[in-house]
């Protein structure tokens, strides 16, 4: 079983930057998929961003292509969202996600961390 800890909550102005993190411990051989999942007050839950470990392959919505970035520390077994030029319309509950790679290419996501804050107002 894999647990998910996140960290990097916080408030920024419309155009900052944040950086979220999500460590994983145990089981690593059934989350070769971590990503990011975002869910706002109103609205559904969001996919925006999701890396396969082994492979690289990387997935990014197209509302936050260009200004988000995941990457990896496989050393570390932890994930990293880099958010950049951020907007209102990004504030959301952000939530760390990981599981197996499907034989579709996909991702099978089964464990979630807690879920981070992010506020974006002036």
């Known amino acids: 079983r894999v647990q998910l800890v996140e960290s990097g909550v916080g408030s920024v102005q419309p155009g900052g930057s944040l950086r979220l993190s999500c460590a994983a411990a145990g089981d690593m051989y059934s989350a070769n998929c971590m990503g990011w999942f975002r869910h706002a007050r109103g609205k559904g839950r969001e996919y925006v961003a999701g890396v396969w470990t082994a492979g690289g392959k990387i997935y990014y919505a197209d509302s936050v292509k260009g200004r988000f970035s995941i990457s990896q520390d496989n050393a570390k077994n932890t994930v990293y969202l880099q958010m950049n030029s951020l907007r209102p319309e990004d504030g959301a509950t952000y939530y760390c996600?990981?599981?197996?790679?499907?034989?579709?290419?996909?991702?099978?996501?089964?464990?979630w961390g807690q879920g981070t804050q992010v506020t974006v107002s002036s």
């Open positions: 996600a990981a599981g197996p790679s499907t034989p579709d290419g996909n991702c099978a996501f089964r464990t």
